[in-house]
């Protein structure tokens, strides 16, 4: 009806009147809300009906792409496919109309292809091999270039120009943007390089100090890594920043189903002695040094059976009580089912300091992950620290002020 009084108007010569422009206005907005109408219609109701009937689908891009919103997106090109239809009837407001249309098409087309790289994104991720190639960051290179594309057809088709004409004078913006967007740039070559080298994967436990990082990483974009630390925060470092500084990757320490305990106690010096007999028997008594001690006089009774004298003997064929509480925490940690026997064991005494001297216990656990990890090494030291006094030992500890009142009482006593 609106376009037959806009056909009287005209042949009246009154489309110049404000009567004809009400009516191209009018037009116009019944032909968007017979579009809107249209899309409404599909995105509340067809498209809930769609995925009513696919929500017990194993499938799962069926709940990706209701996620990413990709049916109603594609709905929203529905208003300037009516309004095309209508575009004869637009007269002198035709060429106007079309490329406000032809912008809102450019504009929903970027949002959707946004989505479309989403799912990808998504679907790639249910796959393992996601964490080890992650493809996010060349996604985004192609989101980045679907954006300089489109943006410049967009602004091509409002001005009336090719969009050839626009390209070509981009060229000469390249060095004022590789200035402008330096870090972004960084942040592309860095992202290319750890994804080929994989330097660092989704996943992976790293630590870096300088960027107070020590946590998970949980994404790996275009420019930059974000990570959730252990603390419950999360820190985005440069994707730049993980190639020009050095930063600590626990993934092999997670593959090989091994951690590393490396950890000393502090031995008083005033305790270590050499075995007396009695010593000798009660260690033998411990089913973990009966068979070392057995061995242990054996061989010094060949060596006296060799010549050697009393002397001799006594001083350099004697058992100290701090080398058997080491052969014993050898001995304690290979039967010890947590952890690896098959990798170093070791048990060694470090270069004494003022606070004593160190017996650092070296072995890898069968835990990596932190709390079991932190459980068995805990478990291994209440050991030590409570055996250590069966061989005579005393552990050292700096005084304290319970250790004052005692000397001061002791001394009042006597």
């Not at 593959?255 to 028997?281: H, N, P, Q």
């Not at 098959?342 to 470090?350: G, K, Y």
């Not at 055996?387 to 319970?402: I, K, S």
């Amino acid at each position: 009806m609106l376009s037959i009084l806009l056909d009287l108007l005209t042949n009246a010569g009154l489309s110049g009147s404000w009567l004809f422009v009400v009516a191209y206005f009018l037009l116009a907005i019944i032909v968007l809300v017979l579009g809107v109408g249209v899309s409404l219609l599909i995105q509340y109701v067809f498209i809930p009906l769609i995925f009513h009937l696919t929500k017990h689908s194993r499938l799962r891009i069926f709940g990706i792409i209701r996620k990413r919103r990709i049916l109603e997106r594609m709905t929203l090109l529905l208003p300037p496919f009516v309004f095309y239809l209508a575009s004869d009837t637009y007269g002198k407001y035709t060429l106007l109309l079309t490329r406000i249309a032809d912008i809102y098409i450019i504009l929903v087309l970027i949002f959707l292809l946004h989505s479309i790289l989403n799912v990808i994104d998504d679907v790639y991720r249910t796959y393992e091999v996601s964490k080890k190639r992650p493809i996010k960051g060349f996604l985004q290179i192609i989101e980045l270039v679907i954006v300089i594309v489109f943006s410049t057809v967009m602004i091509a088709s409002w001005i009336g120009e090719s969009p050839a004409v626009l390209l070509g004078g981009i060229g000469a913006f390249t060095a004022l943007l590789s200035v402008i967007f330096k870090d972004t740039l960084l942040g592309f070559v860095a992202g290319i390089q750890l994804t080929s080298n994989d330097m660092v994967r989704i996943g992976d436990w790293i630590e870096m100090p300088k960027y107070s990082v020590d946590g998970t990483v949980t994404d790996i974009t275009l420019i930059s890594v974000k990570i959730n630390n252990f603390d419950h925060t999360s820190t985005t470092v440069p994707a730049y920043a993980l190639v020009t500084d050095s930063f600590k990757n626990w993934r092999d320490m997670t593959a090989s189903g091994s951690r590393r305990i490396k950890r000393a106690v502090y031995i008083d010096m005033t305790s270590i002695m050499f075995c007396s007999e009695s010593m000798l028997v009660r260690f033998a008594s411990n089913p973990l040094l009966g068979d070392y001690i057995h061995a242990k006089r054996t061989e010094f009774a060949a060596h006296r059976n060799k010549g050697a004298t009393a002397e001799q003997s006594s001083e350099h064929r004697r058992l100290t009580n701090i080398g058997v509480f080491r052969v014993y925490l050898e001995e304690y940690l290979r039967r010890n089912s947590q952890i690896h026997d098959d990798m170093t064991i070791l048990v060694r005494q470090l270069p004494a300091e003022n606070r004593g001297l160190p017996m650092e216990i070296y072995c890898f656990s069968r835990e990596t992950d932190w709390i079991p990890y932190e459980n068995i090494q805990s478990d291994i030291f209440d050991h030590i620290y409570a055996v250590a006094p069966f061989f005579d030992l005393r552990l050292f500890q700096e005084p304290t002020g319970h250790d004052m009142r005692g000397n001061s009482n002791r001394s009042q006593d006597t």
